[in-house]
Nanobody, 125 residues
Framework: QVQLVESGGGLVQPGGSLRLSCTAS????????VNWHRQAPGKEREWVAAITSGGRTTYVDSVKGRFTISRDNAKKAVYLQMNSLKPEDTGVYYC???????????????????WGQGTQVTVSS
């Protein structure tokens, strides 16, 4: 069973930065498209950023210019660099990815779409 693992969360002051990572447990061939989501206390989960297999990125308006999603295919990892953090960025951050278990899966567009367990980001003074 493939699972995603997020890391890099923590407590940071407003204006600070954090870099989140998303990797997979177990052997995989690689990722296709990957999304980051977040869920603030008492609110619904919202989409934050996405990166395609070709590296094209999109962001929710509230994080444009502050967050950067990137990928390292050799390391089978996706990152979310978060700068100029605000208290309203507080929440649990989750990655959700198209996971190819083998090369044949990637050629035939067969993928899993697991979620990670999330990593807590708290922005507070």
């Amino acid at each position: 069973q493939v699972q995603l693992v997020e890391s890099g969360g923590g407590l940071v002051q407003p204006g600070g930065s954090l870099r989140l990572s998303c990797t997979a447990s177990g052997n995989i061939f690689g990722f296709g498209a990957v999304n980051w989501h977040r869920q603030a206390p008492g609110k619904e989960r919202e989409w934050v950023a996405a990166i395609t297999s070709g590296g094209r990125t999109t962001y929710v308006d509230s994080v444009k210019g502050r967050f950067t999603i990137s990928r390292d295919n050799a390391k089978k990892a996706v990152y979310l660099q978060m700068n100029s953090l605000k208290p309203e960025d507080t929440g649990v951050y989750y990655c959700n990815a198209e996971v190819y278990r083998t090369y044949a899966d990637s050629v035939n567009s067969r993928f899993l779409r697991p979620w990670g367990q999330g990593t807590q980001v708290t922005v507070s003074s």
